[in-house]
């Protein structure tokens, strides 16, 4: 490994390139230095991700309740499908590194050339049923026709768009998991910036654009999106990163693929489990008015945004965890998983302490009704148990994504969002609690999660995952 090290360094000199941070070998040296390293580019990077639909419903938030509710309950259908390829990522991630670890950088090249074709393949899929089936899955919501209408058009576009977002996952997945998370953040700077200026031209038709509303705000993302790939290739082909791709030699290799297919279902099924329930407890609230849905929407999304770091800090874990069990260090493997979680916790100690006191303040951002700006700051305020646990259930889950361990994800979201969640979220809310039960049912079930997650780390079976 050391060797290949060597002639790596002496590559990048020989073409005119300094030796930077992205070179260094994340097995050794400190750990808390390299997860700090590595995980606050990747912050950045997921908070940036995050700002797309923040953005969105910053500005559809003007134009009413129906809107907010459209695009919320249309986002959460979108988040399935992002679930998807997100979760199949998971092993390309997973399997980069592991082989950067091991210094085998040309299997870490053949493993990103296939992760293009499965992308293409699973992306034309997602886009064709939300071309047919958009209406059809509101529908079955129940939510109301305006909604309907306002929100089938928004996921369409979104769905459509899944085929870029693929391209742009793929090029960060590649880049953060070989031990560059600097440059995906650039990446992200750039096309969120895009999205910041042209979200509003859209939607309200300032200077030259047309007035789209909603349709507008999707758009948005797939432009800005279709921006973030074709920076992300350019990055990768270039080898103005860690990882040089090229498609020299490029050949199918099924077997490759059906790892990939064997690592990474696990953690889609994982999100998409969650994503599910996310949309049945929207059937759970629908009865309550489309208030308490819009509720739930902005929730959802502000809670999205509030858990960014710990995605970064779990990913940070995950990529140090991968290497350094290619690198055969498995205790130090461990030792990033349970820093990062507990540095996170106490992050949200403040954090939390911010929501409670200000969640009005934070409401009003989004939204300007008082209805809604009182039910949301409740949901919220409920959810800061939950927000205590994340730094154990994000942060853990994705150090065991990291190093390719993505069975055991699975099972607990699975047992913990279809045994406890969806359960006590429906029995609650037939409740004097009413709609508040919904919430209680959701910080019930993260409680357990973190609980299971803690228990399974400390045992380290996930220490023998062969990938």
Not at 194 to 215: D, S, T
Not at 411 to 416: A, R
Request: glycine share 10%; charged share 10%; proline share 3%.
């Amino acid at each position: 490994m050391k060797g290949k090290s060597i002639i790596w360094n002496h590559y990048r000199k020989t073409r005119g390139m300094k030796i930077a941070a992205i070179d260094r070998d994340w097995t050794e040296g400190s750990i808390i230095g390299s997860l700090w390293s590595l995980s606050w580019p990747i912050m950045i990077s997921q908070s940036l991700n995050m700002l797309g639909p923040t953005i969105d419903m910053v500005w559809v938030g003007k134009l009413g309740t129906s809107a907010v509710a459209a695009v919320g309950v249309s986002g959460m259908a979108v988040m399935v499908a992002n679930s998807l390829v997100m979760g199949i990522f998971t092993s390309l991630r997973a399997m980069v590194a592991r082989y950067i670890g091991s210094g085998d950088r040309d299997a870490a090249n053949h493993v990103a050339q296939q992760a293009f074709v499965l992308g293409a393949a699973i992306s034309t899929v997602i886009a064709l049923i939300g071309i047919f089936f958009s209406e059809s899955i509101l529908m079955w919501l129940g939510v109301s026709d305006t909604v309907i209408a306002t929100g089938s058009a928004y996921m369409r576009i979104q769905f459509i768009g899944i085929i870029t977002m693929s391209v742009r996952m793929i090029t960060e997945s590649a880049m953060q998991a070989s031990g560059d998370t600097v440059n995906p953040m650039r990446i992200a700077i750039g096309f969120r910036v895009l999205h910041l200026i042209l979200c509003p031209a859209l939607v309200f038709g300032l200077w030259i654009f047309p007035a789209l509303g909603v349709q507008g705000a999707a758009l948005t993302n797939v432009i800005s999106q279709t921006l973030g790939s074709i920076l992300g290739l350019w990055y990768l082909l270039t080898g103005r990163t860690r990882m040089k791709l090229t498609f020299r030699n490029f050949s199918f290799d099924p077997g490759v693929i059906w790892k990939m297919v064997k690592i990474g279902l696990p953690a889609a099924i994982t999100g998409m489990e969650r994503s599910f329930a996310n949309i049945l407890l929207v059937k759970f609230l629908s009865p309550f008015g489309t208030v308490a849905v819009a509720a739930q929407s902005l929730q959802e999304r502000i809670g999205g945004f509030i858990q960014m770091p710990a995605t970064g800090f779990g990913t940070a874990a995950g990529v140090l965890a991968g290497q350094n069990l290619g690198a055969k260090k498995p205790g130090r493997a461990e030792k990033s998983g349970w820093i990062a979680a507990f540095f996170f916790t106490g992050v949200m100690v403040i954090g939390c302490i911010l929501i409670w006191f200000f969640s009005e303040n934070i409401v009003s951002l989004f939204n300007t009704e008082p209805e809604l700006i009182a039910v949301t700051s409740d949901f919220m305020r409920i959810h800061i148990v939950g927000f205590m646990v994340f730094g154990f259930v994000i942060v853990l889950s994705q150090a065991l994504n990291g190093v390719g361990e993505t069975v055991v994800p699975m099972i607990v979201t699975l047992t913990t969002m279809w045994l406890i969640q969806v359960p006590f979220a429906y029995a609650l809310s037939k409740t004097s609690l009413g709609m508040y039960g919904v919430r209680w049912g959701i910080v019930i079930a993260l409680i357990v999660r973190a609980v299971t997650y803690i228990v399974y780390f400390k045992l380290g079976k996930w220490k023998q995952k062969r990938v």
